[in-house]
């Protein structure tokens, strides 16, 4: 049905249904890790390959992965957790060109509205890890860095990958956003740069061993 042809009242009952059916389905998932990156990223791209390094290392960890379900990183982080026992859950998004899902989620749910996925994307998450993508990745990370500045989240790590590829954008804050005060070093440190999937395996599996190790009586 065409959107815009919705009463109002109606469209607030679907973002609703959409909030309710996540929670539902992701409630016993646990502690996850959200992984983001580029749709456009070939299979034998870096890129993809160390998402799918990142996946099995942390589904070995047992750590559950999310990611939006398509195609490149997303599909490399799914296919590599998908690869051991813990659940790989991708949270795809209906859009004018259509997504197709990849075959590696063992949890898959459907969203309508952005703002639903993205809340979805955040109550499960433990850590978030950026790989290299385009207008979509940069709008999950610094929400994502917003959303731990503001203190409306714990803090948890945020993880991007590929020195090179963040380079000229942590110079640029640096240069401009510390400089001018428009942020502070302490805020401008709410993020970590590595190079692979080790490095950020490593980041993530000490932040939930520490938050394991605290529930213990």
């Known amino acids: 049905m065409d959107e815009s042809k919705i009463p109002e009242a109606w469209r607030v009952l679907r973002i609703q249904s959409e909030l309710v059916d996540g929670i539902e389905s992701l409630a016993k998932l646990g502690r996850a890790v959200t992984v983001f990156g580029s749709a456009r990223a070939p299979v034998e791209s870096r890129w993809y390959q160390e998402a799918q390094k990142l996946g099995q290392l942390l589904g070995t960890e047992n750590i559950p992965v999310i990611t939006g379900g398509g195609a490149g990183v997303m599909e490399g982080a799914n296919r590599g957790c998908y690869s051991t026992a813990a659940d790989t859950v991708g949270l795809n998004i209906t859009l004018p060109t259509e997504q197709t899902p990849n075959s590696y989620q063992n949890l898959s749910l459907e969203f309508r509205y952005f703002f639903v996925r993205k809340f979805m994307f955040v109550k499960y998450a433990v850590g978030f890890v950026i790989f290299p993508g385009g207008y979509g990745t940069m709008d999950e990370l ?70 394991r190790a605290q529930e213990l009586p």
Do not use: C
Not at 160 to 181: D, K
Not at 184 to 205: G, K
């Open 142 to 211: 610094f929400e994502a860095l917003t959303l731990v500045q503001t203190a409306k989240v714990r803090p948890f790590p945020i993880v991007l990958v590929g020195r090179g590829y963040w380079q000229g954008l942590t110079e640029w804050m640096t240069e401009h956003m510390v400089a001018n005060g428009f942020i502070d070093e302490r805020e401008f440190n709410l993020f970590s740069v590595v190079d692979s999937a080790e490095e950020a395996a490593a980041i993530i599996v000490k932040h939930t061993r520490m938050l």
